[in-house]
């Protein structure tokens, strides 16, 4: 694999090659992704949920994102990394949101932060391509404004809402993001915002005219996770397949089956007193 970079990103959207992109949280997860070929990675604070155990993303710390994000370096080290700035890690001032932005940035490892909004959040953003950090937008539906929006709900169904959203984008774009998500917005509005961009969308519920898409790891392989949403397609079953290996060892163990001969050490014998 060669790490692929922002210019490279952007003449995949010039050539109409589809981005392909998986989250992944730790050192297997990471490497499975590099192995099966993603053009890039991202460390999402999606984590809180999938390997955390929270309901939301809104309990996801930066030491969370930080000690993830090593073990996908790691995992993943030549594959294009984008780590999330987690919830209210960029909103109190210019000085925290830079100070926590260069510790996600260098001790991870990663090539782009992404934060979710606009508005103040495209200043912020503006702040980190000047201080060398290069980043990515997310608009449409932000799971760290999900207790704002009333859940977790398509964005930017009628006409006033969908302007809003293309305005956002324009805006991120202008202030030097990279590539952007959109999040479960309706696929003629993602199709026009792809459009208008210069930089890459990428969608996760957004359609199939995105310039490339991401999914959850777990989603995808349902793993650990209980109701898929309708954006997901599921393509392997690991609570079964999984699970199924998991209730084998332990009826195994149980019942004396494992370990067999095969996975036993024995000593040498010889020379030593017989009783
Ligand atoms: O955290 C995450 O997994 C994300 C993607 C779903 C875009 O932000
Ligand atoms: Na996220």
């Given amino acids: 694999d060669i790490l692929l970079n922002k210019q490279q990103f952007l003449q995949m959207k010039q050539d109409r090659k589809k981005i392909a992109m998986v989250t992944s949280y730790d ?16 460390v999402g604070d999606s984590l809180g949920m999938t390997v955390l155990g929270y309901d939301s993303t809104i309990p996801v710390t930066i030491e969370d994102m930080i000690h993830h994000g090593k073990a996908v370096h790691r995992g993943a080290g030549n594959t294009f990394k984008v780590v999330d700035m987690p919830f209210m890690s960029y909103h109190i001032s210019t000085a925290e949101t830079l100070s926590n932005a260069r510790r996600l940035y260098q001790e991870t490892g990663a090539q782009a932060l992404k934060l979710e909004g606009s508005g103040d959040v495209s200043r912020a953003m503006a702040k980190l391509v000047q201080a060398g950090i290069p980043v990515v937008g997310h608009i449409g539906l932000t799971p760290q404004s999900v207790n704002v929006l009333g859940g977790y709900k398509v964005q930017g169904k009628d006409k006033e809402t969908a302007a809003r959203l293309l305005e956002e984008a324009l805006e991120i774009e202008e202030a030097g993001a990279m590539m952007l998500v959109l999040e479960c917005v309706p696929r003629q509005l993602a199709s026009f915002i792809t459009e208008q961009l210069s930089i890459p969308t990428i969608g996760i519920g957004a359609g199939a005219d995105c310039d490339g898409q991401v999914l959850v790891y777990h989603d995808i392989l349902n ?27 332990v009826q195994d163990v149980k019942s004396g089956e494992f370990p067999e001969e095969k996975h036993t050490f024995t000593m040498n014998l010889s020379g030593l007193p017989k009783e």
């Fill in 27 to 42: 050192y297997p997860s990471a490497k499975m992704a590099e192995a099966a070929g993603v053009d890039m990675i991202l």
């Fill in 223 to 249: 793993y650990g996770v209980g109701r898929l949403p309708k954006f997901v397609k599921k393509y392997t079953d690991g609570n079964q397949i999984l699970g199924d290996g998991i209730t084998r060892y």
